[in-house]
């Protein structure tokens, strides 16, 4: 996720992007970059300068004159092509006199680059979205417009985009486009704007319209013209914006979590987008391991603090379920310690959203001065653990501001399970036809997160129930188990409520004297192979006295007859139903938590990454 901002039609248009950057920030911040139509060429400048990129930029973007007209900016949160100079936007063509902001992922960007390179254009970056520019060069080059040179390199591209490019021959006019990926326009007096969302251009204007999907519009001072793909004109969708700045940048929810939790669809499917190599099969972001590499495998050691922890837990059913490895999974903070056995034939897995939690960091560096073959899972591209390992999966969700994981901790589970078809697959424990039966499946995600997420009301109406609640358990088995625990994890760090997760089958020898009415028990009981047995756990702690909540497959009321409390979610395979399932537990602690008065955001003593041991 990125922000994307222009302007033309502004006596000084530099101070309005920079301006806007800094309210887009939220939704990227690894570099940062400005480009103008001034004096019949493109002036441009970029800096990679992690979360001081957008004020380092503000710092040094000094235009030739005050004479220029359009203008477009960019802050980054990289998908393609590590955070650097050479990878910020805005990107040129190759007569430098195109440039073009992205916020997206193209696709077949891989097919479009080597075609571009055939026709002979150098590509001066790694990333997807510089194919972009090229191909509105070759349009251009042909007699088109800027906006019928856009509509026609849409025909090409896969992928989600929202585009705005310049040109130094029409220094005034900005082609914007949008596919998947948000775009509003605005207009005021002589000017037009456009940006990725509404935060940037609050300051400038209150009259916007949002883009449709394929829809391409060309601003020009104080004008506006929308065309669809084929190049009919539109009238453009009016926006009434009531928000406040700081409620727009949450998108109008009253917190960032509710926010990313709404994001989580998104972030599956962002995850899962451009997962084929050019043979077809599964491939890694930044892959130096190879499939010999990964077949030589024997152990496979997965390394992680917290919510990453758990995301762990349900990859080692995977994987061994998949690929046939074995598969140890260790709490970061204690992995080092136990001496553990490693040699060349392991592969030790860190997974860290911010890629930066020392705990983890150091246990990655324990595991490769043992030898072990190194992968980094982490939302942050070139973070310290992604530049550590030997390759990285990305999980691609977007900045998370809240503390609490949510869409990060779906992304890593997606990002998990796809390296566990990646192992299956080279070993042939699975065939090309299964794992594309899983990789369907794992498409159909996002759809049963929505569906989850759209019943926020039924989980509002059990948290007000248990309002008065202090003690919680939360019950799983199988992968029902890292799903009750995360569950847990989100009530302790939100709402400072006392909650332990627990693998159902393990009360009976002990915990089960907690229990006692007025006690909480919140149980996974979708449908898996020990969904009997959870059952009679689920009877064992009713009959104790204990409110229960059950998370259950629709329409499953032989579950639902055993507890006090039903939180319904669609059915999905055993192995992909942590995804689901998780859902209602985060917004049953967001619940708790707002009920209980606590800010969601920023919850006491945490913070957003660990860097001390
Ligand atoms: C989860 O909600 C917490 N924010 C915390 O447990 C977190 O998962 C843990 O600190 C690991 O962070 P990482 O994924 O950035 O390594």
Redesign the pocket.
């Known amino acids: 996720m990125c922000g994307i901002i222009g302007g033309t039609g502004l006596d000084e248009v530099l101070p309005v992007l920079v301006e806007g950057l800094r309210r887009l920030e939220y939704r990227g911040y690894d570099s940062a970059g400005v480009a103008l139509a001034d004096g019949g060429s493109i002036w441009r400048v970029r800096v990679a300068n992690g979360t001081n990129s957008v004020a380092e930029l503000a710092g040094v973007a000094r235009p030739p004159s005050k004479g220029s007209r359009a203008g477009i900016a960019h802050t980054r949160w990289a998908t393609h092509g590590r955070p650097s100079v050479e990878n910020a936007h805005p990107h040129l063509d190759c007569t430098g006199r195109i440039a073009l902001v992205h916020n997206g992922i193209v696709e077949n960007h891989l097919s479009l680059a080597e075609a571009l390179t055939d026709r002979g254009h150098v590509l001066q970056s790694a990333t997807d979205t510089e194919v972009l520019v090229h191909l509105i060069e070759e349009e251009v080059a042909r007699g088109l417009a800027l906006v019928e040179a856009v509509r026609s390199v849409l025909a090409t591209v896969r992928g989600s985009l929202a585009i705005a490019v310049i040109s130094a021959d029409d220094p005034e006019t900005i082609v914007a486009a949008r596919r998947a990926t948000p775009l509003i326009v605005g207009l005021r007096d002589h000017a037009a704007f456009l940006a990725s969302d509404i935060p940037a251009l609050l300051g400038q204007t209150r009259q916007l319209y949002v883009l449709d999907d394929d829809e391409v519009a060309e601003l020009r001072p104080g004008a506006l013209r929308v065309l669809t793909l084929a190049g009919a004109e539109v009238e453009p969708r009016a926006l009434e914006v009531a928000w406040s700045l700081e409620s727009a940048q949450k998108g109008g929810f009253d917190d960032f979590m509710s926010k990313e939790i709404r994001e989580q669809p998104d972030a599956v499917a962002n995850t899962l987008l451009d997962r084929l190599g050019p043979d077809g099969s599964l491939a890694f972001d930044d892959a130096e391991l190879s499939a010999e590499e990964l077949r030589s495998v024997d152990k496979v050691c997965i390394i ?6 758990h995301a762990a837990m349900v990859a080692k059913y995977a994987v061994e379920h998949w690929a046939r490895l074995p598969v140890e999974v260790d709490i970061a903070s204690e992995f080092r310690y136990r001496d553990p056995v490693l040699d060349a034939r392991t592969l030790a897995v860190g ?7 020392l705990d ?1 960091l150091v246990a990655m560096r324990e595991a490769r001065n043992s030898g072990a073959r190194l992968i980094a899972v982490s ?1 942050v591209v070139d973070s310290s653990m992604a530049r550590e390992a030997q390759a990285a999966l990305y999980t691609h969700a977007g900045p998370e501001v809240g ?4 869409k ?2 779906l992304a ?1 589970l997606v990002a998990l399970e796809l390296l566990a078809l990646m192992l299956a697959e080279v070993r042939g424990t699975l065939s090309h036809a299964e794992v594309s039966g899983w990789l369907s499946k794992l498409h159909e995600v996002p759809g049963l997160v929505r569906e989850a997420i759209r019943r926020s009301e039924d989980v509002d109406a059990v948290a007000k129930a248990l309002a008065d609640a202090r003690d919680f358990f939360y019950l799983g088995r199988h992968v029902g188990f890292p799903v009750a625990l995360e569950g847990a ?2 009530l302790k ?1 939100l709402a400072y409520l006392r909650a332990e997760g627990y693998p159902a089958g393990e009360l009976k020898h002990g915990p089960i004297a907690l229990i006692e009415p007025g006690a909480v028990v919140v149980a996974v009981a979708t449908r898996n192979r020990l969904w009997e047995k959870l059952c009679s756990n689920v009877q064992e702690v009713a009959s104790r006295g204990a409110t229960v909540v059950v998370i259950a497959d629709d329409g499953d009321h032989e579950t639902a007859a055993l507890a006090d409390h039903v939180l319904w979610v669609p059915h999905a395979d055993p192995l992909i139903s942590p995804l689901v399932d998780v859902v209602p537990l985060q917004l049953l602690a967001y619940r708790l938590a707002r009920l209980h008065g606590h800010d969601p955001d920023r919850p006491r003593n ?1 913070a ?3 860097t001390v041991e």
């Open positions: 992680a603090c917290g919510s990453s922890h997974v860290s959203q911010s890629g930066e939690t983890t939302n503390v609490a994981a949510t990060t901790f890593q994890l989100k760090e945490l957003k990454v660990v």
